[in-house]
């Protein structure tokens, strides 16, 4: 499997099928229209019955990128791997204030868990804009700053 073959390298599906329309648009941004249709497609549908709604955002992982309007909510990080992941960390709060302001909208924000996670430290290295600080280590080691 792989893209069009104007683009062997494009890999964004909708199922079984390459979206050639989410081509240019920010991962975060997509992720969030689909969970409000989801959301709000079940608060019309089967707001009797269970959903259960993984998110997983890619925003802060490398290679790191956002849009120019939270990048320039930054101006004074002179550092530009810290000043992208930055960008990105806003980028994801706006979504899941969107996503959470939806279920509040369709009635199902009183009946939800919602669970955050991280997979693993920050990468302070390779433009990856992280901080574990004060803990030792990163991404990919198992001190405190690779496991939490």
């Known amino acids: 499997m792989g893209g069009p073959p104007s683009n062997p390298g494009y890999d964004f599906y909708d199922g079984e099928e390459v979206d050639l329309s989410a081509d240019g648009i920010y991962s975060t941004d997509l992720y969030t229209t689909r969970a409000n249709t989801i959301i709000q497609t079940h608060a019309t549908e089967s707001a009797d019955k269970p959903l259960f709604l993984y998110m997983a955002y890619q925003a802060t992982h490398t290679p790191l ?3 120019q309007r939270f990048q320039d909510m930054y101006p004074d990080i002179a550092d530009p791997d810290r000043m992208m992941f930055s960008a990105a960390a806003s980028a ?17 924000y009183d009946n939800t868990i919602i669970v955050f996670m ?3 430290g ?11 600080y004060p803990l030792r280590g990163e991404k990919g080691t198992t001190w405190e700053g690779g496991v939490r």
């Open 92 to 108: 994801l709060d706006e979504s899941v204030m969107n996503i959470t302001q939806t279920l509040k909208d369709t009635g199902l």
């Open 118 to 120: 991280g997979d693993n």
């Open 122 to 132: 920050a990468l302070e290295h390779n433009h990856g804009g992280g901080s574990n």
């Open 65 to 67: 990128a956002a849009p």
